[in-house]
């Protein structure tokens, strides 16, 4: 790490004086003016970007559509002009010294997205329809449609992806993609792998929406390129950029569980978000704030909570400054400080309740990424992407004093990256993306000392887990493209070391090489064929649910590995066909994917017989035989025009062992067969906005290990009901000024209360017999105030 430091900090150094040339403050002004004005069908575009190609000069539209930009570089040059919900245009033009030229740019609108920038398929800007990998792109419009507070509601509409809760009492949650569980899933921030595991146990419930610009999701082994835990996929959390001058602030409360028998709980949120940039469009920063209170929501009237209580508060904000022409900084940090809790008896001490699981997180994230623009298209970045974790955690049962712990984490990673654009290699023009990378956490987790006072004894703290991981990467990729034809093929070498520090296990080191391609042909106009293979790996270190302990009067359930467990391996392929056109002012996509992923050495639990305390241990190990994942993804998304956009989805799979695991069973777990999405936003008139949404979730097998048993020990698989949970919401805008609006919305979630009504209960409950929809029917009301767009 600390020589990519110092490469890092050595051309950061070298390429902005390069850049920026010694005397580039001194350097005589051109004079060259643009003036411009930015429509669409005749209205204009607020806000809307604009950028010289192959600079980071730029600037943005004013409320009314408007721009000028000042002291131009000469010669032709290409101006990109974007905007959310319309095409990307470019648009050629040659500056001259001390010459003013005027531009009408006229956008195309793409209402559900079709050609949106991504960044996620290849570590490179491009249209989602020049991609060879598939990207899904969940936007802010969709956050708001569904009244999602954290980045947890909103997951579930993408193709493949589903949200699921795995404890009753402290509500830990993870997201399945293509029916593989959270793990094989790597989080990204700004395409950086440093969202640890530790910050995963409750990290999709600890983001929250007004943070995120956009979600970028890739499925299946086109994300092979971005190292350990990506075999289902990854997920890109874009944060926002500041775009214009602008602020925002909404106050939200929900009431949970509203027409059941038992007491209604509520949730209050407050978001905060504010952008400024400098008249040059050189400087610009983002700042945003996030406070959640929820109450503890019982289903069931036994005492015990199904919803954990939640208080959270995040701040974070967004830097760029623009080096000269052709340089970026950008910096990032965010903080997050959340309390969490469930069991029973909220108002007294953790150790005096019947049961608690709380955890207290104190989260500190920063980033700093430099981008280089050389030649006429290429680009250098170096980055440093850093997380600390501080955790102090409770899961006992019956007053149980030696039940806390602190957990120490931190994370990072850094790397230098170089894309080169070549007019021809080998047999077509083609875009070279290389780089090095080093990744690293270091996690500590113990189980804390006490006194007992009857026993005139101390008890001295328990280490728990002590590991650190260092994964050393390289990768290089060309991409080939012709009129017809898109192919990227890619290789990462990565070079992991487990290091065990309690003594109970062996260090473990590994070489892994990811090989990776990806094919898109344009089969006619508007139809084309994708298809990928993609090798990835998980090692064998410290998983996110290892450090969360389900907790029972009568049972206490702890997840280890076994010494001997192996590196995981998959091969994945995927092919689609796309199908996207227009007619009249009707625009639609239809998507058909299959992906087949096949698991070598896959990761399985052992179910351990409780001890004389009653505590159980799962242990990982590796299945004897391999395990496959295969399905369909479908996804149609459809908009007649501005004021109406409909999306949806629907994935039928399998998931299964080769041989039988536990119970005898070869299906995986929680993981249904068939689950989708359905989400509509309508605008009848331009202040006021319906949303409709709704999600289907199949039949699935369920372990239960509860007091209800005849064997309690050896538990029994159960299947789940099917379930679909509609909502709807209704806003309205109050222009104030001329820029300033205030917003009403309402609305209520899970409609007809599609909500698991076999839950546990007592003390001895199991509180992993948990499935369905996050929450049950919910209403909630909301006003926000701030700039217009």
């Not at 440093?384 to 030696?402: F, I, N, P, T, W």
């Not at 995927?574 to 096949?598: I, M, P, R």
């Amino acid at each position: 790490m600390k020589l990519i430091a110092a490469i890092l900090l050595h051309i950061i150094a070298y390429n902005s004086v390069w850049a920026a040339g010694p005397d580039d403050d001194k350097k005589p002004k051109t004079d060259a003016m643009l003036f411009g004005d930015v429509k669409s069908d005749g209205e204009h575009i607020p806000f809307a970007t604009i950028t010289i190609k192959g600079t980071t000069i730029g600037t943005a539209a004013d409320a009314t559509g408007h721009f000028k930009m000042t002291h131009l570089p000469l010669g032709k040059r290409v101006l990109v002009i974007s905007a959310i919900g319309y095409k990307t245009l470019e648009k050629q033009v040659e500056l001259k010294a001390k010459e003013s030229i005027t531009i009408l740019a006229e956008l195309e609108p793409d209402n559900i997205g079709i050609e949106q920038v991504v960044v996620s398929a290849d570590r490179n800007a491009k249209s989602r329809k020049e991609t060879p990998t598939i990207v899904n792109s969940i936007n802010p419009k969709l956050f708001e449609r569904v009244q999602s507070l954290t980045l947890s509601e909103g997951l579930n509409f993408s193709p493949g992806l589903r949200m699921e809760n795995n404890c009753q009492n402290c509500g830990f949650s993870q997201v399945r993609m293509n029916g593989l569980e959270g793990p094989y899933s790597q989080i990204l921030i700004n395409s950086r792998p440093v969202f640890s595991g530790l910050a995963g146990v409750y990290g999709l419930e600890l983001i929250p929406a007004n943070m995120i610009e956009r979600v970028e999701v890739i499925r299946g082994g086109g994300s092979s390129m971005y190292g350990s835990n990506a075999i289902a996929g990854t997920i890109n959390l874009i944060t926002k950029d500041p775009i214009s001058n602008s602020f925002k602030a909404e106050i939200t409360n929900s009431v949970i569980g509203t027409g059941n028998d038992y007491e209604a709980a509520n949730d209050y949120g407050l978001n905060l978000n504010g952008s400024f940039v400098t008249d040059d469009y050189r400087t610009g920063m983002s700042i945003f704030g996030f406070h959640r209170k929820r109450d503890p929501f019982d289903a069931n009237g036994d005492g015990f909570s199904e919803l954990a209580l939640i208080n959270n508060t995040t701040i974070g904000a967004r830097l760029f400054q623009r080096v000269a022409s052709r340089g970026k900084l950008t910096f990032d940090y965010f903080n997050i400080n959340e309390d969490r809790r469930g069991g029973n008896k909220f108002d007294v001490p953790l150790h005096e309740a019947d049961i608690a699981e709380s955890v207290k997180h104190q989260i500190n994230s920063g980033a700093i990424n430099f981008d280089l623009l050389l030649r006429e298209s290429d680009k250098f970045s170096a980055y440093l992407s850093m997380q600390g974790v501080d955790r102090g955690s409770y899961y006992g049962a019956e007053q149980d004093l030696s039940a806390y712990g602190a957990t120490e984490d931190f994370s990072y990673a850094a790397g230098l990256q170089y894309i080169r654009k070549i007019d021809y290699l080998l047999v077509a023009p083609a875009t070279l993306t290389s780089g090095i990378e080093t990744n690293g956490s270091s996690l500590k987790d113990e189980k804390l000392g006490y006194y007992d006072a009857a026993e005139d004894e101390h008890f001295g703290n328990t280490l728990v887990a002590d590991q650190k991981m260092t994964t050393n990467a390289g990768f290089l990729q060309s991409e080939w493209k012709t009129d017809n034809l898109v192919v990227s093929a890619g290789l990462r070498f990565d070079r992991y070391t487990i290091d065990e520090k309690t003594g109970q296990e062996e260090n473990v080191s590994g070489n892994v090489l990811s090989p990776r391609i990806s094919v898109m042909y344009n089969l006619a106009d508007h139809l084309q064929f994708r298809g990928s293979y993609g090798r990835g790996f998980r090692a064998p270190q410290i998983f996110d649910e290892d450090l969360h302990i389900e907790t029972s009067g009568s049972r206490k359930v702890i997840h280890k590995n076994n010494p001997d467990l192996k590196q995981e391996s998959s091969n994945s392929f995927t092919a689609s066909v796309d199908y996207s056109n227009h007619w009249g002012e009707w625009q639609f996509q239809l998507l058909v994917e299959g992906f087949y992923t096949a698991l070598i050495d896959p990761f399985a639990n052992e179910y351990g017989i409780p001890d004389e305390e009653g505590t159980v241990i799962y242990t990982r190990v590796n299945a004897e035989d391999g395990a496959r994942v295969k399905g369909i993804n479908m996804e149609f998304n459809a908009s007649p025009s501005s004021k109406l956009q409909l999306q949806s989805g629907f994935t039928f799979q399998k998931s299964e062992f080769e041989v039988p695991q536990e119970f005898g069973e070869k299906r995986f777990f929680r993981t249904p067969d068939s689950y989708g999405y359905l989400s509509a936003g309508f605008s009848p008139t331009p202040l006021f906005k319906i949303a409709f949404t709704g999600n289907y979730t199949g039949k699935m097998l369920i372990p239960y290990f509860g007091p209800g048993l005849d064997n309690p020990e050896a538990g029994e698989l159960r299947k789940s009901d099917p379930f679909f949970d509609a909502g709807i919401k209704l806003s309205y805008d109050f222009r104030l000024t001329d820029h300033i609006k205030l917003a009403l919305n309402g609305g209520m979630k899970n409609i007809f209360n599609s909500y698991q009504n076999d839950f546990d209960a007592g003390i001895d409950r199991d509180p992993a017999y948990v499935y369905g929809p996050l929450t049950p029917r919910t209403i909630y009301v909301g006003i926000s105030i701030g700039t217009l767009y």
